[in-house]
């Protein structure tokens, strides 16, 4: 799937549907499976409720169809979501993971220039930050991705994530099966936003070993904590609640 149309048109340019499109062809490759929810949020006695009211898992050049119907949701108040990495299969449990292209982090309640103060000489410049509402996303493009074909290998990446998400002052959002928010939508919890890219950098991509030093770090507290690598990868279909409710 070609991106360089991306390359150097000013991102804030683009519209909201080619923003979506700069998203979906820079994280995945074209025959990825990709997790897509709208959830609508609401109040039942003064208790914040949600609801999904659309899921589906489409291969990401598919997925590039369904801008409309996407739009159609969020119009009608319910916010979009997405799978951060690929499935193998239609289901919600970590064992659907079976590779990360992509590295991110999720700043709650920030702007982009104090989520960069944040982030600034602690970890690589990030490949694109995202302006969700209320806070801020970070993306590093692997130049080749991780192969999670083991649950040692799933407890490595979430505890890398984990060290890297601490570094660059965001949430602990490592979960493979994270849903976070697409950008070309509107953040709806509230009063709408725009969750618009403001960084994008398409040809911008790390080697795994550029992130050595917080994966040693990950490992060191593993050793030092073995309740940390307590892992269930045979979980139920229901997804756990950092992922039916993404922070921001």
């Known amino acids: 799937m070609g991106n360089d149309s991306y390359k150097f048109t000013p991102i804030h340019d683009l519209s909201p549907e080619r923003q979506f499109r700069a998203l ?45 119907r996407l739009a159609d949701l969020n119009q009608r108040g319910a916010n979009v979501y997405y799978g951060v990495n690929p499935r193998r299969d239609h289901s919600g449990k970590k064992a659907s993971v079976h590779l990360c292209r992509t590295l991110w982090a999720d700043l709650d309640d920030c702007s982009v ?62 979960d493979v099966t994270r849903l976070l ?6 953040n709806t919890k509230r009063s709408p936003v725009p969750c618009l890219i403001k960084q994008f950098r398409s040809n911008k991509s790390y080697s795994w070993n550029r992130f050595e030093r917080w994966r040693r770090r990950a490992m060191v507290q593993m050793v030092d904590r ?23």
Not at 41 to 48: E, K, L, P
Not at 138 to 165: D, G, V
Not at 229 to 240: A, D, K, Q, V, Y
């Open 181 to 186: 928010r697409l950008p070309g939508f509107d």
């Open 24 to 68: 979906v062809q820079t994280i995945f490759d074209p025959r990825d499976l990709v997790e897509i929810r709208a959830i609508q949020s609401g109040s039942r006695s003064g208790t914040t409720t949600s609801k999904v009211v659309y899921r589906a898992w489409h291969p990401a050049d598919q997925l590039l169809d369904e801008y409309s």
């Open 226 to 248: 073995p309740s940390l690598s307590l892992i269930h990868i045979s979980e139920p279909t229901r997804p756990s609640k950092s992922s039916r409710m993404p922070s921001s």
């Open 113 to 174: 220039e104090q989520a960069r103060v944040r982030w600034r000489k602690k970890v690589p410049e990030p490949s694109s930050v995202v302006h969700s509402g209320p806070g801020v996303h970070l993306y590093w493009r692997l130049k080749q991705p991780l192969r999670l074909e083991s649950a040692e290998r799933i407890i490595e990446l979430e505890a890398t994530l984990a060290e890297i998400q601490h570094e660059s002052g965001a949430d602990t959002t490592q």
